[in-house]
């Protein structure tokens, strides 16, 4: 079983910049590869970015590629997705995500055992 928690959202200008954090319980995070999904309103949940177990690898949605950046830290259970040059259309409810099959398809919600509550972004133009 894990926990998750995000935090770190809030209101931000376009072009400025959040870091998001999502918080693992247990002593297996490292055996989880950890993932952003988002969900605008009135659009269904999709995936941002995706990092391996080690945090060797990193797989980015096309239209975050470049601004977006996941990393882990597996000593403090965390994961984060550092966000710049944001845009209005960015605005959404961030969730993380973890899965311990190690999917190919990890653009695929269901491909995730567990997941945070979410935290609200909104961007501002």
């Known amino acids: 079983q894990v926990q998750l928690v995000e935090s770190g959202g809030g209101l931000v200008q376009a072009g400025g910049s959040l870091r998001l954090s999502c918080a693992a319980s247990g002593r297996t995070f490292s055996s989880y590869a950890m993932g952003w999904f988002r969900q605008a309103p009135g659009k269904e949940r999709e995936f941002v970015a995706r990092i391996t177990r080690s945090g060797g690898t990193t797989y980015y949605a096309d239209s975050v590629k470049g601004r977006f950046t996941i990393s882990r830290d597996n000593a403090k259970n965390t994961v984060y997705l550092q966000m710049n040059s944001l845009k209005p259309e960015d605005t959404a409810i961030y969730y993380c995500?973890?899965?311990?099959?190690?999917?190919?398809?990890?653009?695929?919600?269901?491909?995730?055992?567990?997941w945070g509550q979410g935290t609200q972004v909104t961007v501002s133009s």
């Open positions: 995500a973890a899965d311990g099959d190690g999917t190919t398809r990890y653009r695929n919600e269901n491909e995730y055992d567990y």
